[in-house]
């Protein structure tokens, strides 16, 4: 998959050049959203780290469910966004997810 497929932005159209420094594969756009992936059995990873990036505070009773920290996430207004899979070969299948903070504002 090409770099520019890989890391389009969903928000900006950009293409995230900035590699983070993470466990994952992940990478920053120039208009602040983050990318993170990881493979299928490694989804937690992707929470975790988005929760350590955003400093998002979860309630005790979400540890360990990722739906629910995912929930806490959009509610302290990180937006989520479904990025690509990409499924080279010799590598498990890898699920993309952005993240941003939402601009503050009244909700649309
Ligand atoms: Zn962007």
Redesign the pocket.
């Known amino acids: 998959m090409r770099d520019e497929e890989k890391w389009k932005?969903p928000?900006?159209e950009?293409v995230?050049t900035t590699v983070r420094k993470s466990i994952c594969d992940s990478r920053q756009?120039?208009?602040?959203?983050i990318a993170i992936g990881a493979g299928e059995d490694d989804w937690d990873e992707v929470t975790d780290e988005a929760i350590g990036v955003f400093k998002v505070k979860t309630r005790p009773e979400s540890a360990g469910w990722d739906a629910m920290l995912r929930e806490d996430i959009q509610r302290a207004g990180i937006e989520i966004r479904k990025g690509v899979t990409a499924s080279d070969l010799g590598r498990p299948v890898y699920q993309y997810m952005w993240f941003r903070r939402a601009p503050i504002g009244p909700r649309t």
Do not use: E, R, S, T
Not at 29 to 33: H, N, R, V
């Open positions: 932005c928000w900006c950009g995230a756009c120039d208009c602040g959203a």
